[in-house]
């Protein structure tokens, strides 16, 4: 169904319902029976498979059933002239396909399915519907899955994988060991999606550009500079800022390369579309028609735009103000107090100890920051769903950021001296790290076979006669035990890739903030980072369920953090440098200090200069956006001409026209 064999039949979706020991009498409906009949009227093959406890619904669809669900989505999709137009079935062929050769992505698929499931409404009268002896009104105009669904007797819908391509990108890239940062991009994004995709690749580049900071941090610390090293170490700070901002430079370019190689669509989402006055802008269709289902005229309009707008930056404002407070009210001290304990304390048994309960309370902090933010952001104009999780984002890394770098600051401020914050940084970055890769995959794993040891015990609690072995026959039963890529402050906005993007941004603020101090970071982190690309495939093709897709082409707010932690950086290192400097601390402005300062503010600039010199897309990308841009107002204009020659504008408006004897006609 996807890529070259789209007429094979892939079974994509799984509908998970209880199994049913009992048959329905013949009086009634049974409402799995209605559920899988309903599944094949719109178009969709379904396969029904017995688990241990639970019934499997596997759905595909023909490549014609998605592009009439496309259709009536009014999915945009790019055609061989270079315009986004409305899909259409019977112009297939104007469209252009995916780099596998598929014509809609996995993005756009699920969310044809997504329409095709919930399209199981009632078109009859109202219907009395049987499960297990309970009865269920099926309400007419009612979808019968999200019935269901309240019901409790569809207990989820989830992707299933593709056996083929899973066990294929198993090979070439999780198990792959030949090259480590190398990875097959577009059969990531034809498998996962755009934003896991976007991931890999960030994360890919990441790495790459690592080796070049690593191997200088390496011969830093492997070679004795002596009275050098005053010397050296600026010029290890000014190449590593250096190093920073190039990379995401040329990030932004290799992101907006990898959109035009996908024809990723940026125009209004189908799907979470942008919002005017609480509306969805796709139901707002010319300014006339807006003018007139609001009611009011232009200036009233205008005003009424200007009051959502405004507002709406208010609420943000005012929901930012709230984290921010909270962190420095309630978190701040928390976090000095125990770093100040932690220095004063002798014994390394009341150290283990305080840690431990150090590390259960900052837990406890940031369950109750994503609740509160999640609660907060719902009173916010988000216009979309993406939007939403940059907000959480924004306001969930304030807390990790006070929680991971305040005790460094505290020791370099109080002890200024390299080594300790060296011992500080080492436990920090290496033992969390490890820890967090180790729990990170294990975890998975211990869900999969505590859920695997429970279906087995029920089981043999309802077969008490039983004495053979049971196993577990289907593959979608395993997959259905298996954890979801979920994040852990917030399943409703965010997936796993919070957690993902959090333990790079972390790792990337310790290194660059304290590179003058600890230079060897880098080196750990590349080969941390190698091992992570491996790790989090393994994650994502064996121990979890395949992620529902997101469509986001960029990093989202991740990039804004890892640019605020660069401006972060110049200013740490710079004060680094000058506790070097300044030992016996005079704070005199020697001719060292004032080089500092100096190189401070220079680094600042060239931060912000080098977005300038360098586009933030290559140049083919600009032309082919700027080709295609003319191509769609020359035929803007061919198709307003045609209209007003017809005496039809695209609005609908009928114009009056001169006949050829000088009196109006209107057609």
Request: proline residues 3%.
């Given at each position: 169904?996807?890529?070259?064999?789209?007429?094979?039949i892939?079974?994509e979706?799984?509908v998970?319902?209880p199994?049913?020991?009992?048959?329905?009498?013949?009086?009634?409906?049974?409402?799995v029976?209605?559920?899988?009949?309903e599944?094949?009227?719109v178009?969709?093959?379904?396969?029904?498979?017995l688990?241990?406890?639970?019934?499997?619904?596997k759905?595909a669809a023909?490549?014609?059933?998605?592009?009439?669900?496309?259709?009536?989505l009014?999915?945009?999709k790019p055609?061989?002239?270079?315009?986004?137009?409305?899909?259409g079935?019977?112009?297939v062929?104007?469209?252009?396909?995916q780099?596998?050769g598929?014509l809609?992505?996995?993005?756009?698929?699920?969310?044809?399915y997504?329409?095709?499931i919930?399209?199981?409404?009632?078109?009859?009268?109202?219907?009395?519907?049987?499960?297990?002896?309970?009865?269920?009104?099926?309400e007419?105009?009612?979808s019968?899955?999200?019935?269901?669904?309240?019901e409790?007797i569809?207990?989820?819908v989830?992707?299933i994988h593709?056996?083929?391509?899973?066990?294929k990108?198993l090979w070439?890239?999780a198990?792959n060991?030949?090259?480590?940062?190398?990875?097959?991009?577009?059969?990531?994004?034809?498998y996962?999606?755009?934003?896991?995709?976007v991931?890999?690749?960030?994360?890919?580049?990441?790495t790459?550009?690592?080796?070049?900071?690593?191997?200088?941090?390496?011969?830093l610390?492997?070679v004795?500079?002596?009275?050098l090293?005053?010397?050296?170490l600026?010029i290890?700070?000014?190449?590593?800022?250096?190093w920073?901002?190039?990379?995401?430079?040329?990030?932004?370019?290799?992101?907006?390369a990898?959109?035009?190689?996908?024809h990723?669509?940026?125009?209004?989402?189908?799907?979470?579309?942008?919002k005017?006055l609480g509306?969805?802008?796709s139901?707002?269709?010319?300014p006339?028609?807006l003018t007139k289902?609001?009611?009011?005229?232009?200036?009233k309009e205008?005003?009424?735009?200007?009051?959502y707008?405004?507002f709406?930056?208010l609420?943000r404002?005012?929901?930012?103000?709230?984290?921010?407070?909270s962190?420095?009210c309630?978190?701040?001290?928390?976090e000095?107090?125990?770093?100040?304990?932690y220095e004063?304390?002798?014994?390394?048994?009341?150290?283990?100890?305080?840690?431990?309960?150090?590390?259960?309370?900052?837990?406890?902090f940031?369950?109750?920051?994503?609740?509160m933010?999640?609660k907060l952001?719902?009173?916010?104009?988000?216009?979309?769903?993406?939007?939403?999780?940059d907000?959480l984002v924004y306001?969930?890394?304030?807390?990790?950021f006070m929680?991971?770098?305040?005790?460094?600051?505290?020791h370099?401020?109080?002890?200024r001296?390299?080594?300790?914050?060296?011992q500080?940084?080492?436990?920090?970055l290496?033992?969390?790290?490890?820890?967090?890769?180790?729990?990170e995959?294990?975890l998975?794993?211990?869900?999969?076979?505590?859920?695997?040891?429970?279906?087995?015990?029920?089981?043999k609690k309802?077969e008490?006669?039983?004495?053979?072995k049971?196993?577990?026959?289907?593959?979608?039963?395993?997959?259905?035990?298996?954890?979801t890529?979920?994040?852990?402050?917030?399943?409703?906005?965010?997936?796993?890739l919070f957690d993902?993007?959090?333990?790079?941004?972390?790792?990337?603020?310790?290194?660059?903030m304290?590179?003058?101090?600890?230079?060897?970071?880098?080196a750990?982190?590349?080969l941390n980072?190698?091992a992570?690309?491996?790790?989090?495939a393994?994650?994502?093709?064996?121990?979890?369920?395949?992620?529902?897709?997101?469509?986001?082409?960029?990093?989202?707010?991740?990039l804004?953090?890892?640019?605020?932690l660069?401006?972060m950086s110049?200013c740490?290192?710079?004060?680094?440098?000058v506790?070097?400097?300044?030992?016996e601390?005079?704070?005199?402005?020697?001719?060292?200090?004032?080089?500092?300062?100096?190189?401070?503010?220079?680094?600042?600039?060239?931060?912000?200069?080098f977005?300038?010199?360098?586009?933030?897309?290559?140049?083919?990308?600009?032309?082919?956006?700027m080709k295609?841009?003319?191509?769609?107002?020359?035929?803007?204009?061919?198709?307003?001409?045609?209209?007003?020659?017809?005496g039809?504008?695209?609005?609908?408006v009928l114009?009056p026209?001169?006949?050829?004897?000088?009196?109006?006609?209107?057609?």
């Amino acid at each position: 169904m996807t890529g070259v064999g789209e007429d094979q039949i892939v079974y994509e979706i799984a509908v998970v319902v209880p199994k049913r020991n009992v048959k329905e009498d013949n009086d009634g409906f049974d409402c799995v029976e209605v559920l899988v009949n309903e599944f094949r009227n719109v178009g969709l093959v379904v396969e029904r498979v017995l688990g241990l406890s639970d019934e499997f619904i596997k759905l595909a669809a023909p490549l014609e059933t998605l592009g009439t669900a496309a259709a009536k989505l009014q999915m945009k999709k790019p055609t061989h002239i270079g315009i986004d137009l409305q899909f259409g079935w019977e112009d297939v062929e104007a469209f252009v396909r995916q780099p596998d050769g598929s014509l809609f992505s996995w993005c756009e698929r699920f969310q044809c399915y997504r329409h095709l499931i919930n399209e199981t409404v009632n078109k009859n009268p109202d219907l009395t519907l049987k499960f297990d002896h309970k009865e269920i009104r099926w309400e007419a105009g009612e979808s019968l899955l999200q019935r269901l669904e309240l019901e409790g007797i569809v207990k989820q819908v989830f992707p299933i994988h593709d056996e083929t391509k899973r066990k294929k990108l198993l090979w070439s890239w999780a198990l792959n060991c030949s090259d480590f940062t190398t990875q097959p991009i577009d059969e990531i994004y034809a498998y996962f999606g755009t934003k896991i995709a976007v991931y890999f690749a960030f994360l890919g580049m990441y790495t790459r550009w690592m080796i070049f900071p690593a191997a200088f941090g390496l011969i830093l610390q492997l070679v004795d500079f002596g009275s050098l090293k005053l010397l050296v170490l600026p010029i290890f700070f000014i190449s590593t800022i250096l190093w920073a901002v190039l990379f995401f430079q040329f990030w932004k370019r290799k992101n907006a390369a990898l959109s035009a190689r996908w024809h990723l669509n940026f125009s209004v989402s189908t799907s979470q579309g942008y919002k005017v006055l609480g509306r969805e802008w796709s139901s707002l269709h010319t300014p006339m028609e807006l003018t007139k289902n609001l009611g009011i005229d232009k200036t009233k309009e205008k005003e009424a735009f200007q009051r959502y707008e405004w507002f709406g930056y208010l609420k943000r404002f005012r929901n930012d103000a709230i984290v921010i407070l909270s962190i420095i009210c309630l978190q701040l001290p928390f976090e000095l107090a125990y770093a100040h304990l932690y220095e004063v304390i002798e014994s390394d048994i009341v150290k283990f100890g305080l840690t431990a309960v150090y590390l259960l309370a900052i837990q406890c902090f940031t369950q109750i920051g994503g609740k509160m933010s999640i609660k907060l952001i719902k009173y916010e104009n988000n216009e979309n769903t993406e939007y939403r999780a940059d907000s959480l984002v924004y306001k969930v890394f304030g807390l990790y950021f006070m929680q991971s770098y305040i005790g460094v600051f505290y020791h370099a401020l109080l002890h200024r001296n390299f080594m300790t914050l060296r011992q500080v940084l080492t436990q920090r970055l290496m033992l969390s790290e490890v820890l967090e890769n180790l729990w990170e995959n294990s975890l998975p794993y211990l869900k999969y076979s505590y859920k695997k040891y429970r279906a087995v015990r029920n089981k043999k609690k309802r077969e008490k006669g039983s004495t053979g072995k049971i196993q577990f026959t289907s593959r979608v039963e395993k997959e259905y035990l298996k954890p979801t890529y979920s994040a852990s402050i917030s399943e409703e906005l965010e997936d796993g890739l919070f957690d993902d993007f959090l333990e790079l941004a972390l790792q990337f603020g310790m290194i660059m903030m304290f590179a003058c101090a600890f230079p060897l970071a880098f080196a750990f982190s590349a080969l941390n980072n190698m091992a992570e690309i491996k790790t989090d495939a393994v994650k994502l093709l064996a121990m979890l369920k395949r992620p529902v897709p997101r469509a986001a082409a960029t990093i989202g707010a991740w990039l804004n953090i890892f640019q605020f932690l660069i401006l972060m950086s110049i200013c740490t290192n710079s004060a680094l440098l000058v506790w070097l400097y300044d030992q016996e601390g005079k704070w005199k402005i020697e001719p060292g200090l004032a080089a500092i300062l100096v190189m401070e503010h220079v680094l600042l600039l060239i931060k912000f200069g080098f977005s300038r010199f360098l586009p933030e897309e290559p140049a083919w990308v600009r032309a082919n956006r700027m080709k295609n841009a003319t191509q769609a107002q020359d035929m803007c204009t061919k198709q307003l001409l045609r209209s007003i020659s017809g005496g039809e504008t695209a609005s609908g408006v009928l114009i009056p026209r001169k006949k050829p004897d000088g009196t109006d006609k209107t057609d």
